[in-house]
């Protein structure tokens, strides 16, 4: 028999790797995809098998995690062995324009499934992907499992409010529903309006001189970047392990978003220098062309300066470790920018 999975969220960056994870492992896959006016299921259109095919490993449903009625009768009709529940609008700087929707899909959403899980059958195992934005205005450095969340916008708040009924729910109905607290992971298949594949699609377009100039807000913050690919691993082993826990997924190591440009450029053979302060920052070009500019539009009402975790418990117990670097990492997203734009020729 094989073993079954749902996935909410399954149109995403994470839900287009997880599918591809499970699938290989045996599962039947079944994923959670919203209505909208123009198809938006790129990043699994490779894997998508016809309505019609006898034997399907790979099947998608409508539905919504902001409609009760539809992850209700999805759990039931579905009845699989583990949810992973990647469904979010998971963009922060978006969250402060669209803070009501944010908490109804990132934290209410979560409660929907939980509470599906109990009435449905409570051996479900469940995953929430919990985010490191929790810990906003970090408390302790480098970030665990034990450090007090500070959330600093609508999206960390409900990724909280997420956090804490996952744990709720296991411990007042015996579920075995499960935490990653993951950091921040990249890889090609990255939304675009994310820094780091907003700067990689620019710089490869800006080098082939196919847009002059690219606009960001706070270069400054730090991030702990890894790969989505090795990120999905770890949620497969935090549903495998003999008990329900909670998990920080990171690289522990830290680059400024200002480096993370830098290593770009250096990637691509790009030259650039820096100039200026604040908001008069730019970067130019070897024959003194501004190609990076600074705007006010792009900085948040409050930001998380500084993130970078710590994750002995899940090397030591669930004998993760991150396979990709941060120089793997930009291969991996210029290779595929530059392949995608000697296709557009
Ligand atoms: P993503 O690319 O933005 O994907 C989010 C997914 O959620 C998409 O499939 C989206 O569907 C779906 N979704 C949004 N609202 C929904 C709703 N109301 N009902 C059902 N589905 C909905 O995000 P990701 O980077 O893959 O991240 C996956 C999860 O991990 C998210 O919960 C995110 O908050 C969390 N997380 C991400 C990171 C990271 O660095 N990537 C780090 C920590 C935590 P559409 O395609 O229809 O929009
Ligand atoms: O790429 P970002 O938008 O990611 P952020 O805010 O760290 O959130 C991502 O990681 C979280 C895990 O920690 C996830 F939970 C969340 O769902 C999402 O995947 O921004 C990274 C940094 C920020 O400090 C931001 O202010 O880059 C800075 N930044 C500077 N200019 C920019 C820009 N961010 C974006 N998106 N766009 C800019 O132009």
């Known amino acids: ?66 409609d009760g009625s539809s992850v209700f009768d999805l759990i039931k009709k579905i009845k699989p062995k583990e949810i ?57 450095f480098p970030q665990t499992e034990k450090t007090p969340f500070y959330p600093r916008s609508p999206y960390a ?10 744990i709720n729910y296991r411990e007042s109905y015996n579920l075995f529903a499960c935490n990653g607290i993951l950091f921040n992971h ?12 907003k700067i990689v699609k620019a710089l490869c377009k800006i080098k082939q001189k196919k847009q002059r100039r690219l606009y960001l807000g706070n270069i400054y913050s730090k991030r702990d970047w890894g790969h ?15 008990k329900p826990d909670d998990w920080v997924i990171c690289t522990g190591k830290q680059y400024s978003v200002k480096e993370f440009i830098n290593l770009v450029a250096k990637k691509i053979n790009l030259d ?5 302060k604040g908001l008069k920052e730019k970067a130019f070009s070897k024959d003194n062309k501004i190609i990076i500019e600074i705007k006010k539009r792009y900085f948040r009402p409050s930001e998380v300066d500084n993130l970078k975790g710590n994750s002995s ?7 993760w470790k991150p396979v990709k670097d941060l120089n793997n990492l930009i291969q991996d997203m210029v290779t595929y920018e530059l392949k995608k734009l000697s296709n557009e020729k």
């Open 1 to 66: 028999m094989n073993k079954s999975a749902l996935i909410f969220g399954v149109t995403g960056q994470d839900g287009s790797y997880l599918s591809r994870l499970l699938l290989k492992k045996g599962y039947v896959v079944h994923g959670v995809i919203r209505r909208s006016s123009s198809i938006n299921t790129k990043r699994i259109d490779d894997i998508y098998q016809e309505p019609f095919t006898k034997k399907k490993y790979f099947i998608l449903h409508y539905g919504d995690v902001t």
């Open 84 to 140: 992973y529940n990647l469904a979010a609008q998971s963009h922060v700087a978006v969250s402060f324009q669209v803070p009501e929707y944010t908490s109804n899909a990132d934290a209410l959403g979560s409660l929907r499934i939980l509470d599906s899980i109990v009435k449905i059958n409570p051996k479900i195992k469940y995953y929430q992907a919990g985010s490191s934005e929790m810990y906003g205005k970090v408390q302790s």
């Open 157 to 166: 708040v409900s990724k909280v409010y997420a956090h804490w009924i996952t």
């Open 186 to 197: 990249e890889s090609p298949l990255r939304g675009e309006t994310f820094v780091t594949k």
């Open 228 to 242: 989505a690919e090795d990120y999905v691993v770890a949620m497969w082993k935090i549903l495998q392990y003999k």
């Open 272 to 276: 650039i220098s820096w100039k200026g």
């Open 313 to 319: 418990k899940a090397k030591k117990i669930l004998k």
